[in-house]
């Protein structure tokens, strides 16, 4: 019966018990020869790392490694990776009598269904979240497959945004800070920890470049309604809508669709009110930024402050853990807690507090 390895060195391998010992099973099938043709008629390629325009490779020297990123690229890329899909699982930090080893943000990662949440609207935003913060400081904490998973996952919410067209944005952004990201680890190779072949996290970073120019060429597309549209509105509505943002951003950008719009979005009490819900008045006087005519200009404040301290953050759903039975779940998954009040063991779980859990 085959074995899957869960060795961090080399996840995902398979391998079978003989009379001489473990022995990896290599994979060959049809799918790699034509990899193997393809490469062959497109290997001309150069990786910039930098905005100084720092390259890896020098163009004479490019084609034999182009053609060895692709293949470990490939085989990495392989279906023999299984990926759990379960709705809940148990968090355990320390070994006991019942449970032995512990829970890594990996394997936490590997095992909830992030795959299928990116496919609910509720959950888009905090997965996007959870994957931008991963990004930022934990991605080498991941094991291989961890890896496998968290790029797999990044490559569906990319085409789900190219064809329905939302949330582009907060791609952009995900996307930018997991390229300067690879741009270090790479650049400090040998200093730092990656898991994995030098080659595959080059090509996953021409995957990036490849992604972040598409969506900078993505065109909206127009669409065509004989109806009632946002301009038929009162202006009281119109109003209302906008207090119900609690991102700047998504302010601005509506306020660019008409006239009107752009001068209710300039209302100096919309940004007063986005102001004071995500920041403390102590917090006010520290950056306190006047107009010409001496007035408080809380729109230039919001991004001051935005820049020093984090701003709440509004999901549809969210992970849940219940601090009874020490499991994380999706709230809509009917977790079969076992106290007297299960309401009041569970607790929402941020994408920050999703990562703090597996730190010890």
Known sequence: MPFLG?????????????????????????????????????????????????????TEDCEFAAKKRKKDH??????????????????????????????????AFNRLDFSSAIQDIRRFNYVVKLLQLIAKSQLTSLSGAAQKNYFHILDKIVRKVLEDQHNPRLIKDLLQDLSSTLCILIRGVGKSVLVGNINIWICRLETILTWQQQLKNLQMNKQVNNGLTLSDLPLHMLNNILYRFSDGWDIITLGQVTPTLYMLSEDRQLWKKLCQYH????????????????????KLMYFALQKCYP??????????????????????????????????????????????????
């Open 6 to 58: 869960q060795d961090w060195r080399s996840p995902g391998w398979r391998w079978i018990k003989t009379e001489d010992g473990w022995k990896r099973c290599e994979s060959f099938s049809p799918e790699l020869e034509d990899e193997n043709s393809q490469l062959n008629n497109n290997i001309s390629h150069t990786v910039i790392l930098t905005d100084d325009e720092e390259e890896i490779y020098r």
């Open 311 to 360: 701003i709440k953050e509004q999901y549809g759903d969210t992970l849940h853990f219940c601090r009874h039975c020490s499991i994380l779940f999706w709230k809509d998954t009917g977790h079969p807690c076992t106290a007297n009040d299960p309401d009041t063991c569970f607790m929402p779980v941020s994408p920050q507090h999703f990562i703090d859990l597996f730190k010890f």
């Open 74 to 107: 490939f085989r990495n890329n392989t279906k023999s990776q299984c990926f759990y899909r379960e709705k809940w699982i148990y968090v355990h930090k320390e070994s006991t009598r019942e449970r032995h080893g512990y829970c890594t943000l990996g394997e």
């Open 279 to 298: 920041f403390a008045e102590k917090q006010f006087c520290r950056h306190l930024i006047l107009s010409e005519k001496g007035h408080i200009d809380w």
